[in-house]
């Protein structure tokens, strides 16, 4: 069983909201793309700075990858209204967190 390490050491307020809510967590990041699946740990109610996860603890299914150049939404699943405005959100988060700071 492979583990996978990661970590989102500055997360927005809707981050922690959607890991509690889901257990949405950033699994991939690269230059422009981001890519987040539901992460199944013992507790949702603190958001883990870094986490190291068995691959069989993720929820692959549920997929969401952003690209951030273009700012496509790729869903690998179903979502209800209440979470694809959090979605939507979480996009212009992102574009301010990570396009804006590297023109600056």
Same mark, same amino acid.
């Given at each position: 069983?492979?583990?996978?390490?990661?970590?989102?050491?500055? %997360?927005?307020?809707? !981050?922690?909201?959607?890991f509690? &809510?889901?257990g949405?967590y950033?699994?991939y990041?690269?230059?422009? =793309?981001c890519?987040?699946?539901?992460?199944?740990?013992?507790?949702?109610?603190t958001? %883990?700075l870094?986490v !190291?996860?068995?691959?069989?603890? &993720?929820?692959?299914d549920?997929?969401i990858?952003f690209d951030l150049? =273009?700012?496509m939404?790729?869903?690998?699943s179903?979502?209800?209204?209440?979470?694809l405005?959090l979605?939507s959100?979480?996009?212009k988060?992102?574009?301010?967190?990570?396009?804006?700071?590297?023109?600056?």
């Amino acid at each position: 069983m492979s583990k996978i390490k990661c970590s989102n050491e500055n %997360p927005t307020k809707l !981050e922690k909201y959607l890991f509690k &809510i889901s257990g949405l967590y950033p699994i991939y990041k690269h230059d422009n =793309s981001c890519t987040y699946v539901p992460i199944h740990v013992d507790h949702y109610d603190t958001y %883990p700075l870094s986490v !190291e996860i068995d691959e069989e603890d &993720i929820d692959w299914d549920r997929k969401i990858a952003f690209d951030l150049s =273009s700012g496509m939404v790729w869903l690998n699943s179903f979502y209800d209204t209440d979470e694809l405005s959090l979605i939507s959100q979480l996009m212009k988060e992102l574009d301010e967190k990570y396009c804006n700071s590297q023109n600056r």
